[in-house]
Nanobody, 127 residues
């Protein structure tokens, strides 16, 4: 599966952005999807994940209540709605796809569990 993320940009603190990730291929429904981010000088970190059906979601504590992950299996897209953005949310955001037999919190949060990655989209939140 090939992934392309878009929707990043510059926004003031307190604002909102919606990231989208478009996936190619007919097997999109076979993949759990995740969003990760990497700020300058920091390691890539988990943001959110969603199961194949969309029925289960996981969030990092730092974004819980502010971000919402969703997917449209018919359109083969996964979105990340980001509200109440903070300067510390500034990072390059990556979408990822993982072939999980079943999703779990431990598995979903590990970048090594995902075999496919998009190119990343920059999100900058100004204070």
């Amino acid at each position: 599966v090939q992934l392309q993320a878009f929707g990043g940009g510059l926004v003031q603190a307190g604002g909102s952005l919606r990231l989208s990730c478009a996936a190619s291929g007919r097997t999109f429904i076979s993949y759990a999807m995740g969003w990760f981010r990497q700020a300058p000088g920091k390691e890539r970190e988990f943001v959110a994940a969603i199961s194949k059906s969309g029925g289960t979601t996981y969030y990092a504590d730092s974004v819980k209540g502010r971000f919402t992950i969703s997917r449209d299996n018919a359109q083969t897209t996964v979105d990340l709605q980001m509200n109440s953005l903070k300067p510390e949310d500034t990072a390059v955001y990556y979408c990822a796809a993982g072939l999980f037999a079943s999703i779990s919190l431990v598995r979903a949060t590990k970048s090594s569990a995902y075999g496919y990655w998009g190119q990343g989209t920059q999100v900058t939140v100004s204070s």
